[in-house]
């Protein structure tokens, strides 16, 4: 496995123990389609939610945030409607949110979630 497979893989576990902590329900991991995948669909407590999972080894280059561009952000729209449909469920409203980790040393990383990115 490649190293930024690994450190991708590290980032979205530490991505789901940051919404556990919070108290979300994961409801699928890793969600592929043709179109695309979604890293984490959970549910808040109020609402589904779409979580795009960016980790970085450092942030020299810009926030793993300012990764999320106006067509991915359309394309995370889109996949999140085919998800929903692939689940049979009809007019749900979802929320996308973004979660941006930096690595911080060995095992830990700095957690950046933005809600509502679009």
Excluded: Q, Y
Aim: a positive charge.
């Amino acid at each position: 496995m490649r190293a930024k497979d690994v450190l991708g893989r590290l980032g979205e576990d530490a991505a789901v123990r940051h919404l556990l902590e919070l108290g979300w329900t994961i409801i699928e991991r890793n969600w592929r389609c043709p179109e695309g995948e979604l890293d984490i669909v959970a549910h808040d407590g109020s609402g589904l939610v779409v979580c795009e999972v960016k980790t970085r080894s450092r942030a020299d280059h810009g926030t793993p945030l300012e990764a999320i561009t106006a067509a991915k952000a359309a394309r995370l729209r889109r996949l999140s409607v085919r998800w929903l449909d692939s689940h049979g469920i009809r007019k749900a409203a979802v929320r996308i949110d973004v979660i941006g980790l930096v690595r911080a040393g060995p095992g830990r990383f700095d957690i950046d979630h933005m809600k509502e990115v679009c």
